[in-house]
């Protein structure tokens, strides 16, 4: 009996600390435009584009830092990366981005923002690539 009313209050305890983990994290998705207003009135943005390598030479958002989602190292590499600032995804369509942003949450990133649509998205949109 006593060992299950310590798993019970173990169990509790977990569940209350990652519902807090939980409420002190932010994720978005974010249009097009609302990313280019970020980009322009910001100074200190940290834009990561999940795309492969060749993706990304092919045209990205202006600023933006390569890692690319498919590397096997891509969790360690988040892992590396400043938590304590927001960061804003994007991939080609929406689909790794919004993977991406998922073990961003697990890595801890309290602000995450992801471009609704990818890249494309923001062509469509109108915005240059670089």
Not at 34 to 46: G, K, P, Q, R, Y
Not at 48 to 58: A, G
Not at 96 to 119: C, P, T, V, W
Request: overall charge positive.
């Amino acid at each position: 009996m006593r060992q299950l009313v310590i798993l019970v209050f173990f169990l509790l305890r977990l569940s209350f600390t990652s519902q807090g983990q939980q409420l002190n994290q932010k994720s978005v998705l974010i249009s097009p435009s609302e990313l280019e207003s970020t980009i322009v009135n910001e100074m200190d943005v940290l834009i990561l584009d999940v795309r492969t390598p060749n993706e990304y030479n092919n045209g990205h958002i202006a600023g933006a830092v390569n890692l690319n989602y498919y590397d096997k190292r891509f969790v360690d590499k988040v892992k590396k990366m400043n938590r304590s600032k927001p960061i804003y995804l994007y991939c080609r369509s929406g689909n790794r981005s919004n993977r991406a942003m998922l073990i961003l949450k697990e890595a801890g990133f309290k602000e995450i923002y992801d471009l609704k649509g990818g890249i494309k998205a923001w062509e469509e949109s109108g915005y240059e690539l670089h």
